[in-house]
């Protein structure tokens, strides 16, 4: 199979992240990439990542500091993935496009919806093929859930019911996720929660919601993140901070299809923490267990009955995962999967890398493109707006900046409008 050179832009805990992903690719029968170089304008950062390559891959890639160097001294590269901080995506991403790079951009897309918009015109006006990386809806399990709800296992959706609470005043992770100017947290995870609705309902028409910052002081909490790859710079994380961005969006959302979306992020949640995502229809409802934890769904249907373990696939005739997947996560219809996270984490993360490599070498459009990634940030906007506006905001006005109370601020600081 052709390989496709490629690098990776930005070599920070993310990066780190998605060199799992690229080594678990080269492990498998359908390897498509060759990653050859790294680069990050912090020297050291791109120098370490391309000696963890060099571990994991067998072969370290040549490491740069300017990404016009990168492409002047490599014409070979064919695509870049940029998993670099959200408010600089809409530059550097657009950077790479320009240059005549393939693109897969780290979530979410853009800091704001101009940020948005810059990246998918950069996109446009090269030819360039533009991939958002979100991971969730790759996961065996919501791949599961989407083939049970239209397959009609709980008849016509009409209720799905996304929930998580938990938090206090903890940091999550890192500081810039409670900075209004870098990007909130009810952005941060909020188009992973976007993302999943719209994969499992249809498209979005409007949301009646609003933003709360309920604490404003923040403690250092857990700065290793998820699977320890932010612990390299967990010193470096101060003890209080003053959060600027929100921390809780409550949200109402109406689906093209009929269905209502109840949202709840609310990362400030003292005591008991509750992560629920319930889908009901017209002949049951899908209890689903989270993401990347590989727990089995429960499908319930009238009468009190319970289907899950096996018999659950009865349901979803459809579901078939890709041949790739079936390697990774073994079988092509798998119900449940026990990984560690890294692992699991690395898994999805070489299926969105093997998408990449064969969008350029066969043309083929990604699952992810920027316009579907543009809706999930305008999902989040929308309820972002809704609470300035004290109405409920459409979609499609959203992600033509026709509101953007909320936004504007954001966008004079990354100097998208004057």
């Not at 083939?147 to 016509?156: C, K, N, R």
């Not at 899908?286 to 009955?305: A, E, S, V, Y």
């Amino acid at each position: 199979m052709e390989r496709i050179p490629i690098a990776i832009v930005g070599c920070g805990g993310m990066g780190r992240r998605h060199l799992t992903g690229v080594a678990a690719l080269y492990r498998s029968d359908f390897r498509n990439v060759d990653l050859v170089a790294v680069c990050d304008i912090n020297a050291q950062n791109a120098s370490d990542l391309a000696d963890e390559a060099a571990q994991q891959l067998g072969q370290r890639p040549r490491v740069f500091t300017s990404l016009p160097e990168m492409v002047q001294a490599m014409p070979e590269i064919r695509g870049v993935d940029v998993p670099t901080d959200v408010a600089s995506h809409h530059l550097v991403a657009g950077a790479c496009l320009d240059a005549g790079l393939n693109v897969q951009c780290e979530k979410p897309m853009a800091l704001t919806l101009r940020g948005c918009n810059a990246i998918l015109e950069a996109a446009r006006r090269n030819g360039k093929i533009l991939s958002v990386a979100e991971n969730f809806r790759r996961d065996p399990i919501n791949r599961l859930a989407r083939a049970l709800i239209a397959d009609g296992a709980i008849g016509t959706p009409q209720l799905m019911v996304e929930t998580s609470i938990g938090g206090a005043n903890r940091m999550i992770i890192t500081p810039w996720r409670h900075l209004k100017l870098k990007g909130t947290v009810v952005l941060d995870v909020g188009v992973h929660n976007a993302d999943i609705m719209h994969y499992y309902l249809g498209e979005p028409v409007s949301i009646f919601g609003e933003g709360r910052l309920y604490e404003p002081r923040r403690l250092k909490g857990d700065a290793s993140g998820p699977g320890g790859f932010y612990r390299k710079w967990a010193d470096n994380v101060p003890e209080v901070i003053e959060a600027t961005g929100e921390d809780a969006l409550f949200g109402y959302v109406r689906f093209a299809s009929g269905a209502i979306g109840q949202w709840i992020q609310h990362h400030a949640g003292h005591g008991q923490p509750r992560h629920a995502r319930v889908v009901y229809g017209s002949k049951g409802s899908l209890t689903c267990p989270g993401d990347r934890n590989g727990r089995p769904l429960k499908l319930h249907l009238d009468g009190g009955q319970e289907i899950s373990g096996e018999d659950i696939l009865a349901h979803a005739p459809s579901y078939r995962l890709s041949p790739l997947a079936a390697e990774l996560f073994g079988g092509e219809r798998v119900w449940t999967y026990e990984f560690p996270f890294p692992e699991t984490d690395a898994k999805i993360l070489a299926l969105e890398y093997y998408e990449l490599g064969e969008c350029i070498r066969t043309g083929q459009s990604p699952e992810v493109t920027g316009e579907v990634a543009r809706r999930d940030v305008a999902m989040v906007y929308a309820a972002l707006e809704s609470g300035r506006l004290g109405r409920p905001v459409s979609i499609a006005e959203v992600e033509a900046v026709a509101v953007d109370d909320y936004q504007r601020e954001i966008d004079q600081h990354l100097g998208l409008i004057s």
